[in-house]
């Protein structure tokens, strides 16, 4: 069963966890489990994906249940009418806060806009050596992308040399070893947290939240982040 975190006559919003498609794709062919099919049999209804969640993302997915809604809701997401925050834990220490400004070519080869902010919330450092450092570190921080394009938050911290710890293709393959054969981690470390929106009908401000996996907040016990 997935996890409701709100619903009315007009949409349903979902806690996706990691690892798990929003609908099929062609690019993902070794399942033939998704969100949108997992949704619909619970419902017992037709739902309709307002926005796009990466496989290995977990968080918050929000489904309209009425192509009219959906349309207006992707709207809504495409004009940034709609915000949303993300919890990361990434590769050694960030700065306190900051603008990640960096255009990105999207699978089209289209080259867009894309802007990030970002806030520290916690930061760690374990004696557990890498490399050539004796220690490592780690940062815990919240993410609001003000563009919405593929894979921008995990590319833009890759950018800043601060990528999410288990992310592939974007992320550090050492720390990625690191953390599935120490610790038998083997998710990404990225949580869409927060999503706050106008109601499309009733026109009354809605703040959906998503409370973070069990492997996330493991991880953040792991590596003392707060």
Request: glycine share 4%; proline share 4%; aromatic share 8%.
């Amino acid at each position: 069963m997935l996890e409701i975190l709100y619903q009315d006559d007009y949409l349903v919003g979902i806690n996706k966890p990691n690892g798990l498609l929003v609908h099929r794709s062609s690019i993902a062919t070794n399942t033939d489990i998704y969100a949108l099919q997992l949704l619909r049999d619970q419902l017992n209804k037709k739902v309709f994906p307002c926005h796009r969640l990466d496989r290995k993302t977990s968080g918050v997915l929000i489904f309209a249940l009425s192509k009219e809604i959906q349309k207006t809701m992707n709207d809504a997401f495409m004009n940034s009418e709609i915000s949303k925050s993300y919890m990361a834990i990434v590769r050694g220490f960030t700065e306190d806060k900051g603008m990640i400004d960096y255009a990105l070519t999207n699978d089209k080869e289209k080259i867009q806009d894309a802007v990030t902010h970002y806030k520290t919330l916690s930061k760690s450092e374990i004696p557990v050596p890498l490399g050539k450092f004796k220690s490592s570190r780690y940062s815990l921080v919240e993410v609001v992308p003000i563009t919405g394009r593929m894979h921008q938050i995990r590319k833009h911290l890759a950018h800043i040399f601060h990528p999410i710890i288990g992310d592939r293709p974007h992320g550090c393959n050492k720390q990625n070893k690191l953390f599935l054969d120490k610790w038998g981690m083997n998710e990404m470390m990225l949580h869409a947290e927060n999503i706050k929106f106008v109601h499309p009908i009733t026109k009354v401000a809605v703040e959906i939240k998503a409370s973070l996996p069990h492997e996330f907040q493991r991880m953040m016990v792991v590596l003392g982040l707060h």
